[in-house]
């Protein structure tokens, strides 16, 4: 994959990547498709007639194929919308992101950017922890990105029936290291988790447990899970 982001954030992506795939199915199933409408001087969104308290967290141009983070933009700089982007810029500086930091982020010079600006908001949402993101058309030329900051968002918990579709999807977002996407799956929710060679074993809520099982090239050969009665495979 042809990208100009950098390794740090590459890594932190994967990081997210599985809880973060498993988290959008759930958003998604939250907010009822339909129309939308953003008061962003209330913090507010509305799709299909539900509302949702939301931050602003940058804009994508597709004629300068660009990313420009809300804190930047001079009509909502210092207002309570571009909070969350605020303070992906400071994670970014204490952290040397300049994905985060940086005011504009050029994405011409990776191969799909549209891609791209939604890697931007997927990991943004991973490091703050929001329970999703949402991107809509603003304008013919640039697409607009908002993180809910709702309690009212439901958040997925792991369940041993979806545990090795969620795995696998999330390894095969980058299609880099498989381990890196478990451990941070496991870290994220909770789960105690011990490694042993090729193997990553966690301990589920229920009592159960789940064993991944990698390949010589850092890929998923098999997922194991066991709920204390019958395997899960």
């Known amino acids: 994959m042809t990208t100009t982001f950098s390794e740090p954030f590459l890594r932190l992506t994967e990081q997210h990547a599985a809880w973060g795939a498993e988290q959008l199915d759930v958003l998604n199933e939250y907010l009822p498709m339909g129309d939308w409408s953003a008061d962003l001087g209330q913090c507010l969104y509305r799709q299909g007639g539900r509302g949702l308290r939301i931050s602003l967290l940058g804009t ?27 303070r992906l810029r400071e994670y970014g500086q204490a ?12 994405l011409s010079g990776h191969a799909d950017p549209r891609i791209a600006a939604e890697t931007l908001a997927f990991t943004a949402m991973g490091v703050l922890g929001a329970p999703g993101y949402i991107g809509v058309q603003a304008s013919p030329d640039a697409r607009a990105y908002f993180l809910p ?17 969620v795995l696998l ?16 799956y496991f ?11 090729d193997q990553i074993s966690a ?22 899970v066991n709920t204390g009665g019958n395997p899960v495979a």
């Open 187 to 197: 870290a994220h929710h909770g789960l105690p988790q011990r490694a042993t060679g």
């Open 60 to 86: 994508f141009d597709t004629n300068e194929q660009s990313w420009l983070w809300s804190w930047a933009n001079p009509g909502f700089q210092d207002t309570p919308v571009v909070a969350a982007a605020e």
């Open 169 to 184: 999807t999330g390894a095969q977002l980058l299609g880099r290291s498989a381990r890196r996407v478990v451990e941070g």
């Open 149 to 165: 900051d709702d309690p009212r968002v439901p958040r997925a918990v792991p369940s041993a029936v979806t545990l090795p579709r």
């Open 203 to 224: 301990g589920l809520a229920d009592g159960g447990a789940v064993d991944v099982l990698f390949d010589a090239d850092d890929r998923i050969a098999e997922v194991k």
């Open 95 to 106: 952290y040397g992101l300049p994905e985060f930091a940086e005011e504009l982020v050029p």
